[in-house]
């Protein structure tokens, strides 16, 4: 089960090169803090202005480094559905514990178009699919009617929410029911999913 806190991390660079062990001493103080598991390749950590050795090599480290210590939900998003294939397949194989899949951004699908988008992840893939749905960003986000459809494909286990919907985590709940895993990406909305 995937529950409590997760860390969504940076990516540290130094002389525009990946700083690998500021890297490793930030995993190092989440593994300290006895947090449940880190996000490496979220928004947090700049996936979206990565290149794909650089993303790939960040979640092998952390992968590597966190075994049998702590989880690691690796960002796998992109705009571009073959991508989002390639580097979840990458994660699976490192030994992520999951994948954490955006919305695409930029292309502005239809809610149609996201679930052929997901849906296609999960068909190409083995690994637990979090669904990470950040309209603020995006431009778009998964709509309940959408949300229920996708939690129907047996890996898709989650959603981490940021869109600031306080109804959201009530309703999901619902909806979908306590198995479905519901994470907070924003501190103003974390009393109602700790509700729920």
């Known amino acids: 089960m995937i529950e409590g806190i997760y860390t969504a991390l940076i990516t540290p660079f130094k002389r525009g090169e990946l700083d690998e062990k ?3 001493k930030i995993l190092d103080k989440q593994i300290k ?9 979220g928004a947090t950590g700049e996936s ?17 480094h966190c075994k049998n210590k702590i989880q ?18 990458h994660a699976e194989r490192c030994g992520a514990d999951a994948a954490l899949v955006v919305v695409p951004y930029y292309n502005k699908p239809s809610q149609d178009g996201l679930y052929k988008h997901f ?9 637990p699919i979090i669904l990470d749905n ?15 459809k996708l939690a129907a494909l047996p890996r898709i286990i989650g959603i981490k929410d940021t869109s600031s919907d306080l109804s959201l985590p009530i309703i999901a709940k619902l ?5 479905f895993i519901q994470l907070s990406g924003e501190d103003s909305t974390l009393l109602p999913f700790y509700a729920t």
């Open 119 to 127: 849906k296609a992840i999960h068909d190409n893939t083995k690994i």
């Open 22 to 24: 500021s890297f490793i």
């Open 175 to 179: 909806k979908l029911g306590k198995n």
């Open 48 to 64: 979206s202005t990565l290149s794909c050795d650089e993303h790939n090599y960040i979640v092998e480290l952390a992968a590597k």
């Open 72 to 89: 690691v939900i690796a960002g796998t998003g992109s705009h571009s559905t073959s991508e989002v294939i390639m580097f979840t397949k």
């Open 134 to 148: 950040v309209p603020s960003r995006c431009s778009i986000g998964i709509s309940i009617s959408l949300l229920e």
């Open 33 to 41: 803090s006895n947090v449940s598991g880190v996000i490496p390749c």
